[in-house]
């Protein structure tokens, strides 16, 4: 009933910035939590962040507290993840999902039913 479209991913030198947006259509903008995955090759799915819209609060991983940013502007449908001080180890597969379940574990990757395409992120040493 909805699809996610990630974008504004690309190769960036370390302490660099990046803004990725994450375009949503049908009723996946009326989800209940929208968020952030990544995958490095050899690696498991990784949380991110995540805006929980019923709850009104984000949460983040500690490895990009205080570096990535959360928001969303309801008038476009879309959310952003601006990622600042960006280091080697941020490289990944960048994925936007969205969940209508309520859940406590939001950072879990089997929380969500809906999945973007991904959008490369590469940070040089």
């Known amino acids: 009933q909805g699809q996610l479209v990630e974008s504004g991913g690309g190769l960036v030198q370390a302490g660099g910035s990046l803004r990725l947006s994450c375009a949503a259509s049908?009723?996946?903008?009326?989800?209940?939590?929208m968020g952030w995955f990544r995958q490095a090759p050899g690696k498991e799915r990784e949380f991110v962040a995540v805006?929980?819209?019923?709850?009104?609060?984000?949460i983040y991983a500690d490895s990009v507290k205080g570096r990535f940013t959360i928001s969303r502007d309801l008038a476009k449908n879309t959310m952003y993840l601006q990622m600042n001080s960006l280091k080697p180890e941020d490289t990944a597969v960048y994925y936007c999902?969205?969940?209508?379940?309520?859940?406590?574990?939001?950072?879990?990757?089997?929380?969500?039913?809906?999945w973007g395409q991904g959008t490369q992120v590469t940070v040089s040493s």
């Open positions: 049908g009723r996946t903008f009326n989800s209940n939590a």
């Open positions: 805006f929980s819209w019923s709850g009104a609060r984000t």
């Open positions: 999902a969205a969940t209508f379940r309520r859940s406590l574990a939001y950072d879990n990757y089997g929380v969500y039913d809906y």
